[in-house]
């Protein structure tokens, strides 16, 4: 495939005058149904604006997307260069936005397709070693690993990074450090905080009939309220098995209100979360390995004894698209 760096264009945000048909090259790509809009900009000439992440994202008159993400040079952000600063192989930073047009520190599903995108293009050979990246969360470590059984699509697994339980010891102890009200659930439910570079709060329901009933067209209400806004994972431990090879497996069904979106079909960084919170609950002996079951699919986490947590799913690029930026705003 040959790079669209030629064809980038300068852009202004999508209302202002835009200097004549300025066109765009971008890649569709999904991470178990989390899907996004990748725009190469290696040469780092975009001004992504909320603007114009709005129209790239929008389902009806854009491309459409859970999110938009800028696969930027490494010193072309001060956090990139920053993030980049103790890895200086890196050459690249994840310049990852929500479909309203806000910035968040992390995707774990849109670092597997920017990781795909890279291989594609041939600026990255898993088989040389893993690809190092800058995010707003720090640097994040990808390489490719054997898909299960019967999966179609390349998998690859992201050193997701240090977790935490904003909340502290008693947050853990309890089990709880915040109330989520839920429309479509009748009473409120505790919850739990759980920091992977972006914020989550986890609440655990019934059943798979309650997390049927939950209705995510409206954000759910956390209390206390997180400062920068909270993704929200409803979930529905479903026990623990024994892998052939005597790892103890839990898994967990989530459901996802993501921060800056809505209900998405996946969430990266949120199954992270629901299997911290689903492994916090469930005591000292619980398993390290977990599989979540997201409405687009399955990922699996593992909680690394340097106290970082792994994230391993498939990676997507369903189409390139050659976009008007004119036409985007009409
Ligand atoms: N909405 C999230 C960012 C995207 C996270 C999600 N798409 C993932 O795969 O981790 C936030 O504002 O923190």
């Known amino acids: 495939m040959t790079s669209p760096a030629t064809s980038r264009a300068t852009t202004t945000a999508p209302g202002a005058e835009l200097p004549g048909t300025t066109r765009l090259a971008v890649t569709k790509g999904h991470g178990t149904q989390n899907d996004f809009v990748l725009v190469d900009d290696r040469a780092g000439a975009l001004d992504l604006t909320p603007a114009l992440v709005r129209a790239l994202a929008d389902r009806r ?19 990139g260069a920053a993030a980049l600063a103790d890895e200086p192989a890196a050459r690249w930073f994840m310049d990852y936005r929500n479909g309203d047009g806000s910035v968040a520190e992390m995707c774990g599903n849109g670092v ?6 890279l291989e ?50 008693e947050a853990a ?6 109330e989520v009200l839920v429309a479509g659930i009748e009473i409120a439910r505790p919850a739990l905080t759980v920091d992977v570079g972006n914020p ?30 909270t993704n929200v994972e409803l979930v529905v431990p479903l026990g623990e098995d ?15 209100h993501e921060r ?8 990266g960084t949120g199954a992270c979360a629901a299997a911290l919170a689903v492994r916090a609950w469930a005591g000292p002996q619980a398993p390290d390995v977990w599989v979540v079951d997201v409405p687009g699919g399955s990922v699996q986490v593992r909680v690394l004894p340097d106290g970082h947590v792994e994230l391993a799913g498939p990676a997507v690029l369903v189409a390139e698209v050659d976009v008007d930026l004119a036409a985007l705003v009409a």
């Open 61 to 79: 008159a854009g491309i459409g997307g859970d999110g938009v993400i800028r696969v930027a040079p490494g010193n072309s952000l001060p956090e």
């Open 120 to 169: 594609r293009l041939g600026a990255w050979d898993p088989a040389a070693g893993e690809l190092a990246l800058g995010t707003r969360a720090g640097v994040r470590r990808v390489r490719r690993v054997d898909a299960p059984d019967g999966a179609a699509a390349a998998w690859y697994a992201v050193d997701m990074g240090p977790w935490a339980l904003p909340g502290g010891p």
């Open 112 to 117: 597997r397709v920017f990781a795909a995108y």
């Open 173 to 178: 102890a309890a089990g709880q450090d915040a």
């Open 242 to 256: 024994t892998a052939p090879d005597g790892t103890l497996v839990g898994r967990v069904r989530m459901r996802v």
């Open 260 to 267: 800056g979106v809505g209900e998405t079909r996946s969430c």
């Open 200 to 229: 989550h709060t986890v609440l655990a329901l019934a059943d798979d009939a309650e997390l049927a009933r939950a209705d995510l067209t409206r954000a759910p209400a956390v209390t206390p309220v997180p400062p920068f806004g």
